[in-house]
């Protein structure tokens, strides 16, 4: 099994800041210098890296996949979550970002969001390390 | 030459499912543990991993993004084609998918999707994978 | 501190080639086979790879993102540049790219293009590359 993080999202839609959780794991494992990818196994959330110090650009970033998606929009998919599954493919099934001195690499803004776009669930998300 | 993956497009906009031509390739380098990046080198395609059990799901996907960006919408791209350029760069240009056991490892539902937008026509996909 | 490439922008949106600089770095780096992967730090640009021929693959892009996420439009963001922050998110933060013979392997027609969405600005990239 790959190294495993766990997210319990509360709402439908909802963007998750896991970069401490991740960069926990970057410490457990003992990288010092290389990539870690950051995974989600689900195929109605994402992943994405956006600014973590103003949480209104997270819900601007919400606001506008749901006008650009809504959640009812003559989808084909019975599950009524077709607007999940594509917010998904748009954000993105991974992340890879730096490690340098054991320590993720972010810009000073940067945080590295879990995309929920189906919950409230319990989730998962890989996180695997290469050293280079 | 990189690991190449032939894919023979029939639509001008398809999703095709090229997991199990990803995971013969994961097999044929005996990589077990590690990470394989799958690399679309058009400019007119991308690549998505989205649910694979419902094929509504993808047909939801193609829909959205023509209904965002239409194939004729006063671009300046002479081919008749920049829709397809621009749904490439949404959708993405590569995956990163862990591997473990010598197995891809997707979730429950997860399967990777070559993204067509412009075709038909015969694409390669790249495949690259590192131990770790 | 990781390989860095300065990208002086000189527009509030604008997509700039960065493919040679890019390339550069794996050749000074000295890698021969492997993947490259190249990060912005920032959270108002992102990264893509797409058609480098006909620049008019990129003023088309530039259009349509705007038309999907306008930089006005009720954002609860303060700043002035919740536009940039989606659009960073849409289009990505990182591209991998694969390395053979001590060079990039794009397509014919690709490019790797810094997606600056709230210049002019003085911005950078990492670049990391692993041997594999």
């Excluded at 495993?4 to 003992?30: F, H, M, N, P, W």
């Excluded at 979550?81 to 340098?100: C, P, Q, R």
Aim: overall charge neutral; glycine content about 8%.
């Amino acid at each position: 099994m790959p190294i495993t993080v766990s997210v319990k999202t509360i709402a439908r839609v909802e963007l998750v800041d896991v970069t401490y959780l991740v960069q926990q794991e970057v410490e457990k494992a003992g990288v010092k210098d290389g990539l870690c990818v950051v995974y989600v196994p689900h195929t109605t959330s994402g992943i994405t890296i956006n600014e973590g110090a103003d949480p209104a650009v997270c819900s601007d970033i919400i606001k506008k996949l749901k006008q650009l998606v809504p959640p009812h929009d003559g989808y084909r998919h019975m599950e009524g979550n077709s607007d999940s599954h594509i917010k998904a493919s748009i954000m993105g099934s991974s992340v890879t970002v730096l490690v340098e001195g054991g320590r993720l690499v972010l810009g000073t803004w940067q945080k590295i969001f879990y995309c929920e776009f189906d919950g409230p669930r319990s989730r998962k998300v890989f996180v695997k390390m290469v050293n280079c």
